[in-house]
Each structure stands twice: as C-alpha cells, then as structure tokens.
C-alpha cells in the first residue's frame, strides 16, 4: 500500500510543481500576458485528458501485464525530455499565433512527462483495486490531490523566492527521474501478488470484457456491480468537472489582468480549486450538500453583482476575497455532486476521464474559443450562469427552499451579467479582443473636455482631447510635468535631432514630443494596439517625427536589435494594470544599455494602484552602479493623471537637470531586498 500511495504522491506532486516552473521560464517570451498562464491550463487540462484516456483505454483493451509493459516502456523513453528546459529556438519573432506557439512548445518540451504523470493517479487506483479488492480506492485521489496542492502552495513560498527557474527545472528533472523508478516498481508490483483481475461487464461503451469482473467475485459488495453508468450520467459528470474549470480560469483571469501575471496569483486559485478535490473524495463529509447548497447560490449572487458593478472595479480586496470565496464553493458543489455519482471501482477509469474531458473542455473554452468569438471577458459572467443553472438541475427533486434559492441565484446572475455588458459598451466606440486582451476606444465630455480614450481592460492606457487646442497636447500620464514629459522637453531645443524608444504604445501620446528629424521606435507585442492607435488617435499621424512600430515583445526585439543609440528609453508596457515583469528586472536593465547613448535616461512607469515598483528599479539601479531619480507627479495639470516614472542614467549629472531635479521624490532604498532577475522577483515584498 505504501508504494501504491508513495507513487500517486510524486507523481501528482510533480505534476502541478511543473505548472509554475515552465509557464514563469516562457512568460517574458509572451509579453508577460496573464493569457500566458490560461493558454498553459489549456494545455495542462487537455494533456491530463489524454492520460486519463489512455488509462481508460489501456485497462480495458490490454492485459494485466502488457499494460505494465507498455507504461514502463514509456516511462523509459520520456527521459529523454529531461531536463524540461525550453530551447531558445521556441521564442516568438512576433508573427506568430501566441496561442499555438506556446501549445506546440509545451508539448514539445514537457508534453511525454507531463502525460504519464496524468496517467498514474487512474492506473495507480486500478493496481490497487487488483491487489486490495473491496477496498475504496477512490481515497487514493485524495490523496493525489493533496500531493498537487503541496506542490502548487510550495512553489511560492519555498521554490520561488529562493531557488532561480533553472535551477528549479533541473531539480524537477532529478525528482522526475525518481519518479520513473517508484511507478515501473508500482506496476511490476500490481502483477506478483494479484488476487482478482479487474475487467468490466460486457456491454460497456468500451466493448465486452472477457471474464472474471469485479461483479463474480463474492468479497466485492453488491452495490460496486452496478450496471455501466448511463450516457446521461457521464454527460452530467462532464458537465460538473467544465463548470468547475471554466470558473477556475475565468476567476485567475480576473484576478491577474489587474496586478501581475506571476504563480503567486495563478496558484491561489487553483489551489482552491484542487482543494475542493482533497475535500470532496476525501469520503469525510466535508461536502455537507444540505449548507452548501444554500451557501452557493447565495455566493453566485454576490460574484455576479461584483462582477457587474462598476465601483467594484478597483478594489482589489473586495474582488480577490469574492471570487476565490464564490470559486470554492462552486467547485466544492461541482466535486461534491461528481463524488454523489461516482461509480462502483469497476468503472473509475471512464469517471476520470470524463472529469478531465470536462476539465479540458472547460480550459479550452476560456483559454481558445473565448477569445475568437467572445468581444470582452464575458466568460466568468456566463460562467456563472451556467453554474447557477446546474445547481438548479441538481435541486430539482429536492425540498422547495433550494429550488426557491437556485432560481433566484440564476434571475441574479443572468439580470448581472446583462447589466457588465451595457456597463462595458457604455461609451465605446470601438472594441477588439485578442490573445492580449480587450481593448476599448470610448469617448466622453463634450465642448472643450470632449476626449477619446484607449481602455485596456479596465485600465485607461492613453487619451487625447478631441478639441483642436489640446489635440496636440500630451495629456494622461504623459503631461510635460510627468517624469517621461521632463526628461523629453529637457532635450528640447538641441541642434541634433533625438532618438526615442517607448515600450507600449498605448494611444502613442508620446509621440507629440517628437520633432522635425528625430525618431520615435514604439515596441508593442499587441497588433490590436497598434492598429487603434493608428485609427483613432492622431498622436502618431501628426507628430513631426519619424515614427516606428516594431511588433513583438519589446526585450526579444532589443536583445536581437543592433545597438540604437536612445537618448531616452521609456518603459511604459502594460496588460491592464498587471505589470511584465520581465521588463523590470537586472538582465532586462542591462538589455536597455546597450541601447542607450553614454548620457540617455531610462524611464520607467511604475504608476500602480497595488505595487510598489520604485524600490525595485532603484535597487536594479543601484547594483549596476547607475543614477537614480524619482518623478512622483499628482497630475495637477487638467489634462493629466497622477504618475510615477523612475529615471535612470548612467551619467548622475544629467539627472541633476533643473527640469528634473526640482520634480524629485525621496526614495527609501530596501537593501534588504534581494534585487529582481529573470530568475527570481517577489510580488509579496512591493504589494502596498
């Protein structure tokens, strides 16, 4: 038994310790987009159907022994894939489909590994049943459960902050490699001692069994020679498992487009989402279905009325301790209902594989079809409803309260989610969605305020005022009192034109600090950006310098780019409110001065409601021995916002410019924080 609990252990342990590992290795290749982690659930949800299918499979058309055979062979060849170090081959030029791309490198990377870890937890349980009839393996998924959320949960706070990516890769690698070893032991040992051979009973969708099912033997109990279970029932346990994994992504979304796209944020979530599993096939009447049914449809309520209210926005609080509440409870009700219609042992192998059908379906509707054919982040509203719709079938037999509840709870959220759309669509004029998000052009005011704006989900990125005397006036967080606007019109007038790099376009506002003879070089990895800048703004159009537009993830282009000689650099990238944070660490930082002139200025936007950036660039500034001024602007002027820009220099005296000098803040250096690299960054350490 301990073998059999040790192997379910490693493996699911492994499996969801690899999640964090690979996405954060190829995040900064994709621009840091919070799309990076749904699009990897994608992957990580359809590869756990594949081995769940492949265990139904086995099991019901291969022997005892050549099912061992053909797992240990397997097990051997996917060492090869060791160590899961994506190859710099896999990074995008920019042209490519984010999407496909980073499914092809997963696979390419992780993909054998990944899949036999998803086949064990259904095997392991078939082995088991073979050498323990009557016992209730259902127990062992518990177990493995527990395992992945001990993976997921010391990731953040014990691999992260102290161990770099690569170095957690390779430790993956040597813990997978013990792996193989303990699960080929596993399946030899299912064959030595064998007391009953487990087949099912002619007439199941996989075809007819041969003999000896679990139904003759006597120690069995009548109840586990139930008949197959029905396509109705499978259909509703698929159900259950994609309701549960539409609303994990959805939730994760919602939470990080408006902070940072890093584990921290991605695993709490699916920590509560694996919890409900421990909770639900744990068989301790965790689930108390009479509370919970109450509870839920009360939950349901109130995410919708969070997610349709527009004052809720940007409150962070309010909407992490919502959703990640509403989120355990939905899952709890979906993994409580699938465990009230587990089958008899006999047919676990065809339950696990429609709870991970469910849950690939679920991930492939958020992470691919959602952003084809859904204009905005529509799907945690329909999400909800959906849910609230299941609760309603499941309470239909049962006393009036709960169907009084589940129908109220459907009015609510379906009345909610009208309500987010008219409330999105509410002023736009243009609106587009992409693998990088939703992007929105609205308008407002009207005389002299008239004004357009570019929203990047929530977050205003840029506007212009439509009135002829401020057209041409750099407004938001771009104002000539802001950090980037000072250090621009500090150059200003010079004999020699200057040269300009912003990463993220924006509106292009920028660009109307531009002269005759010098050049602005926009990066933006979005091409939806990029095209609305174009169209409905005239920053661009009507500047009087020469513009460029590379697309792709700006630290890709500039680390394959020729040196280009900026006088300034701005660093203005973002995915709503979340920050790349690739862009702001050590490597990053010495990327940008190989571009910079002996006496260029880096100026970083670390204007955030929730992080507190300055410290981080200040100390990046100061292990690489460069100058450092703060520019903290309350946006007094009518056409500005408040902002906060970090300038750095190689040269201390062009920061002691009037101009600049007399803008400057006080920064508190913390000496006492490790300083942020492409392998290590703490998100805990900068929350306000």
């Given amino acids: 038994m301990l073998l059999y609990a040790l192997t379910i252990f490693g493996s699911a342990f492994l499996l969801f ?52 055979r053909l797992h240990v062979a397997l097990l051997v060849v996917s060492l090869i894939a060791l160590p899961i170090v994506p190859g710099a081959f896999w990074k995008p030029s920019g042209e490519e489909n984010p999407i496909w791309l980073i499914l092809g490198l997963l696979f390419g990377t992780i993909g054998l590994p990944y899949f036999l870890l998803s086949t064990t937890s259904p095997l392991v349980q078939v082995w088991f049943a073979r050498r323990f009839p009557g016992r209730n393996p259902y127990r062992l998924f518990a177990l493995s459960n527990f395992a992945s959320l001990l993976g997921l949960l010391g990731y953040p706070f014990l691999l992260e902050p102290w161990i770099a990516t690569r170095m957690q890769a390779w430790g993956w690698s040597a813990g997978y490699a013990l792996f193989v070893g303990l699960a080929a032991a596993a399946a030899f040992a299912s064959l030595a001692k064998t007391r009953v051979r487990l ?86 009447g965790w689930y108390r279905r009479d509370i919970m049914l109450a509870m839920l449809a009360a939950a349901l309520g109130v995410m919708a009325w969070t997610y349709a209210d527009p004052d809720m926005t940007h409150e962070l609080a309010i909407q992490v301790g919502v959703f990640c509440t509403g989120l355990f409870l939905a899952c709890m009700f979906c993994h409580g209902e699938l465990v009230r219609l587990k089958p008899a042992p006999a047919h676990l192998t065809r339950f696990y594989l429609m709870i991970s059908l469910g849950g690939a379906l679920g991930a492939a509707l958020v992470g691919i079809v959602a952003p084809l054919v859904l204009p905005a982040d529509f799907e945690l509203g329909g999400a909800l409803v959906v849910c609230a719709l299941l609760l309603l079938w499941q309470v239909r ?18 009345g909610c989610g009208v309500w987010a759309v008219i409330e999105f669509y509410e002023s736009a004029i243009v609106v587009s969605r992409n693998f990088y998000g939703v992007l929105r052009v609205q308008e407002a005011g009207t005389g002299p305020d008239q004004r357009r704006q570019l929203v990047h989900g929530n977050i205003m990125h840029g506007k212009q005022y439509l009135d002829a005397d401020l057209k041409a006036e750099p407004s938001s967080y771009y104002t000539r009192t802001s950090g980037v606007g000072r250090v621009i019109e500090a150059l200003h007038p010079r004999a020699d034109p200057i040269k ?25 990895i979005n091409p939806g950006v990029v095209e609305i800048a174009q169209r409905d703004f005239s920053y ?63 100026a970083f936007h670390v204007t955030n409601r929730y992080l507190d950036l300055v410290p981080v660039v200040e100390g990046i500034a100061h292990e690489l021995g460069l100058a450092v001024l703060w520019i903290d602007d309350p946006g007094a002027d009518a056409l500005g916002n408040s902002s906060s820009w970090v300038l750095v220099a190689q040269d201390a005296a062009r920061l002691a410019e009037p101009k600049l000098a007399e803008a400057a803040s006080d920064i508190t250096p913390r000496r006492d924080w490790r300083v942020w690299t492409d392998d290590f960054n703490n998100l805990v350490q900068v929350m306000k």
Avoid at 19 to 34: E, N
Avoid at 397 to 414: K, M
Avoid at 507 to 519: E, F, N, P
């Fill in 17 to 68: 310790l690899v999640q964090p590992i690979v996405a954060k290795q190829i995040l900064p290749w994709f621009g840091g987009s919070a799309a990076v982690w749904a699009t990897c659930l994608v992957f990580f949800q359809t590869t756990l159907l594949m081995g769940y299918a492949y265990a139904d499979y086995t099991v019901r058309r291969f022997s005892a022994r050549g099912q061992v």
């Fill in 199 to 284: 087949e099912f009973p002619a007439g199941t969708p996989a075809g007819p069994a041969a003999t000896g099912s679990l139904a003759s033997d006597p120690r069995v109990p009548p109840a586990e020679a139930e008949r197959p279970p029905t396509t109705a029932r499978q259909v509703l346990w698929c159900a259950l498992a994609a309701t549960a994994s539409v609303l994990l992504l959805a939730v994760s979304n919602h939470i990080t487009q408006n902070v940072a796209s890093v584990p921290l944020l991605w695993i709490a979530p699916l920590s509560l989402y694996l919890l409900t599993f421990i909770l639900c096939f744990d068989g301790s």
């Fill in 397 to 414: 037999r049962e006393a009036a309260v709960y169907g009084v509840l589940a129908l109220t709870s459907l009015f609510v959220t379906i």
């Fill in 500 to 524: 300009v790099g912003i990463i993220g376009l924006g509106a292009g506002t920028i660009a109307t600090y531009g002269s005759k003879g010098d050049v602005y070089r926009f990066y933006d």
């Fill in 540 to 602: 661009l159009k009507d500047s009087d310098a020469t513009i460029e537009l590379p697309l792709g993830d700006a630290r890709l282009k500039l680390e394959r780019e020729d040196p280009q000689g900026f006088d300034v650099l701005a660093i203005d990238a973002f995915s709503s409110d979340a920050i790349p944070v690739h862009l702001i660490t050590r490597e990053a930082m010495q990327v940008y001065l190989k571009h910079m002139k002996p006496d260029g200025v880096i």
